[in-house]
């Protein structure tokens, strides 16, 4: 079982930017959530991705948006970067309400 | 909604004891603990259900007092290995599957 992947690990872009960053769950996982992780801080959610649709959603602009595959996997796109968007973006995957599992997450530098 | 993690930071020698508490204001579902080491992702610690229900690591435990909606880390016999950022993560019995992270709690244990 490869535990949930996320990809690219690093990644630097420059202000105005658009970046995509990409998750595949945890086998027989159904549900994925994205998290903004700034420095010192805890996780925020972004929001949550379950049969294909956008379920909840966190406190973030539209500017942020994302989208899951039929096969569970999902991406986070967020438009028009800012340097405050400099965060470690994170992915957890969970089979309905169990406990959910983070992948490695995406280190996002807006310069 | 964001729940309440106390202390914020803890230093312990090998072999102590250390408890972090987590308290919310709304009803719980279930509470998830994690533990995070600098540079990596949450690892996933324990979750603990509505009802009684536990499920996770060996030689840590937890608490749920579902009437005062709050959760106790019990970390006994501290190792090296267990430091790092522990963050409880709450889901309300009223808002779906959406999991919801504290400040976070910083333990160091010295040899």
């Known amino acids: 079982d490869a535990g949930v992947t996320q990809s690219p690990t690093h990644l630097i872009k420059t202000r105005g930017q658009q970046v995509t960053l990409r998750c595949s769950p945890k086998?027989?996982?159904?549900?994925v959530s994205w998290y903004q992780q700034a420095l010192g801080q805890g996780p925020q959610f972004i929001f949550q991705y379950y049969e294909e649709e956008e379920r909840q959603r966190g406190n973030f602009p539209d500017r942020f948006s994302g989208h899951q595959f039929p096969n569970y996997s999902s991406e986070l796109n967020v438009n028009a970067l800012l340097l405050g968007d400099s965060a470690l973006y994170l992915c957890?995957?969970?089979?309905?309400?169990?406990?959910?599992?983070f992948g490695q997450g995406t280190r996002l530098t807006v310069v | 909604q964001q729940p309440v993690q106390s202390p914020q930071a803890v230093i312990l020698r090998e072999g102590e004891d250390a408890v972090i508490n987590c308290s919310s204001s709304k009803a719980l579902y279930s509470v998830h603990w994690y533990r995070q080491k600098h540079g990596e992702a949450p690892v996933f610690l324990m979750i603990l259900l509505k009802g009684g229900e536990q499920k996770g690591h060996e030689k840590i435990s937890a608490s749920f007092n579902e009437k005062k909606q709050q959760s106790s880390l019990y970390l006994t016999a501290s190792q090296l290995s267990y430091s790092g950022t522990y963050f409880c993560?709450?889901?309300?019995?009223?808002?779906?599957?959406?999991?919801?992270f504290g400040a976070g709690t910083i333990l160091r244990v010295k040899s």
């Open positions: 957890a995957s969970s089979l309905s309400r169990t406990e959910a599992f």
């Open positions: 086998s027989g996982h159904d549900t």
């Open positions: 993560g709450t889901r309300l019995v009223e808002y779906g599957n959406k999991l919801v």
